[in-house]
């Protein structure tokens, strides 16, 4: 990871303060040793598959400007430290402490990036906003993301993400929310977390950790997040099964098509599913909550393109594909086939499957689930590749259903490539690792 530095002087001069050097000049911030280049800040961070201090003279030879290490090295640009992620954490404390602005934080199990990039889009449509970039919103890439802020912005926007528990609050101990967001907490990505109610307890800690003014966002649809919520004062409430809500969001569906309304209020967008829409009435209801009139609101979601791998529509060959590859939870997933089921289409309606990755022990349950969901649901094919996804392919015994499972990739876009024709419509979803959008780009 490589950060630019965009108020380098006022943080070199942190820097010279905190640890007792004279640093003439600095760059970046950086954790690669790939990416480093002249002046750039190293920090040395030993993770699971590699040990960046392996690398350091990688970066005394690309001439960075200071090294932080934890092994003991007699080049004049290397501080020793005791834990370079500590003194990350407080360099990040120090360097936000600075800002005085408005904090909007978004954790959850899904829909994190996507609300993010749509609050963002809002905001700096009248604001100039700090936001994190990309999906960096771990206990290492959300503290380096803070160091390309500028202090001539308005408000801070940030994505904070838990592979780990008790990691929300943690990143609440460097950042304190004015405006805590959980999207939803399910048993999506449960891999390292020993129960739900682990899950729960570290998703949590956001609203735990708002400013005294501040505010929660509570959705109201998900029985996760109201058993936490129900004690929080400053509470603003969203959802689509309950109208005693403040931003009430309801779907209708005409002629495959989705309609979609906040409060009675038509939302539109040409790209627009389920999961989209869950996503717009968070942006909306923090949006909304801030200050920012309904007109400018929906003008931005209306243009907004969705993120990569998201529900991206393509025409491509005669074809209309769905691109839903940046990740699976078993929730998202049976959304993603509900709405591509609903959609209009000249031809079969093809489903191309992959592995949900990240369950722990519900792995076997979730994916025997998705396919009942499936064999009830009667899409034309259903194509699968992975190893959890042939319990899938095991439940759909639907005979209008053709259902098969690959072993390679290649057999898969093989079989792919000599069925689909003209008019068809073809929905991809996986999990991230499985690299779905290959089998599109080669398709």
Request: glycine share 4%; with cysteine; net charge positive.
């Amino acid at each position: 990871m490589r950060i630019a530095i965009t108020e380098k002087e006022i943080f070199k001069n942190l820097l010279n303060e905190m640890f007792n050097t004279n640093i003439k000049i600095i760059n970046s911030f950086c954790t690669d040793s790939r990416k480093i280049q002249k002046d750039d800040i190293f920090l040395a961070i030993k993770g699971k598959k590699s040990d960046g201090h392996d690398y350091i003279e990688d970066a005394i030879d690309a001439n960075a400007s200071i090294i932080f290490s934890e092994k003991k090295h007699k080049n004049k640009n290397i501080i020793n430290v005791r834990s370079t992620k500590e003194v990350l954490k407080k360099i990040a404390v120090k360097w936000i402490n600075l800002f005085n602005k408005p904090i909007i934080a978004i954790t959850g199990s899904s829909g994190k990036t996507t609300t993010k990039e749509m609050v963002n889009t809002i905001f700096s449509s009248h604001y100039k906003t700090n936001c994190t970039k990309d999906n960096y919103n771990s206990s290492i890439g959300l503290p380096i993301n803070l160091f390309n802020f500028s202090f001539d912005a308005d408000i801070i926007i940030l994505e904070m993400g838990a592979n780990q528990p008790n990691e929300i609050n943690n990143l609440c101990n460097i950042v304190k929310p004015t405006y805590s967001i959980i999207t939803n907490i399910q048993n999506a990505h449960i891999g390292n977390f020993k129960s739900i109610n682990e899950l729960i307890e570290t998703k949590s800690a956001i609203f735990n950790n708002k400013k005294d003014r501040g505010y929660i966002f509570e959705n109201s649809d998900d029985k996760n997040i109201l058993k936490v919520s129900k004690n929080i004062k400053n509470k603003i409430s969203f959802g689509f099964n309950n109208k005693n809500v403040d931003f009430f969001g309801l779907i209708k569906y005409k002629n495959a098509k989705i309609n979609f309304y906040i409060n009675d209020k038509e939302i539109f967008n040409q790209n627009l599913n389920q999961i989209m829409a869950k996503n717009m009435l968070v942006a909306y209801s923090v949006a909304s909550t801030y200050g920012i009139k309904h007109q400018i609101i929906v003008k931005e979601l209306q243009k907004f393109n969705f993120i990569s791998g998201r529900g991206n529509q393509i025409i491509k060959n005669d074809l209309l594909l769905i691109d839903d590859t940046y990740n699976a939870s078993l929730e998202s997933f049976i959304i993603g086939v509900d709405s591509f089921l609903a959609m209009e289409s000249k031809g079969n309606k093809i489903l191309v499957i992959g592995d949900m990755n990240e369950l722990g022990a519900k792995n076997d349950e979730f994916h025997y689930k998705l396919g009942k969901h499936i064999n009830q649901k009667l899409p034309n094919i259903v194509l699968a590749l992975g190893v959890s996804i042939k319990k899938t392919i095991s439940k759909i015994s639907n005979k209008k259903i053709y259902a098969k499972h690959f072993d390679t990739k290649k057999l898969l876009l093989d079989k792919l490539k000599n069925t689909a024709k003209k008019g068809d419509a073809i929905y991809f979803k996986a999990s991230r690792s499985m690299n779905f959008e290959k089998i599109i780009n080669q398709l």
